[in-house]
């Protein structure tokens, strides 16, 4: 992915602080902490469906569904996460429960 300017990723943090819903939606939102605004976002080594930050250590879920392929953040609220596994649920009602495969 592109690096984002500052001012682009002041906008989308600014935004995206006080307006979560649709996060999921905006690809470059990957990259940018809603916690301290920051840009130093990697994988987290032990679960690939999270990110963290580098900076703050705030982690968070963000992955595509298995069953539609939309993308899943735990940021946003539609995607809540599963009172049985603690996964997110996909906006299309999916989850990638380890012991229950999906739930539609």
Known sequence: METLDRETVKKLFDHYRKHRDGIRNKPEMASICLICGSIHI??????????FCRSCGFAFYRYSC???GK??????PKNQACGECGLRVCSCG?????????KN
């Open 42 to 51: 990697l994988p987290k080594a032990d679960d690939d469906r999270k990110l």
């Open 66 to 68: 298995s069953v539609c």
């Open 71 to 76: 993308t899943i953040d735990g940021r946003d």
């Open 94 to 102: 999916a989850c990638d429960c380890p012991s229950r495969g999906d």
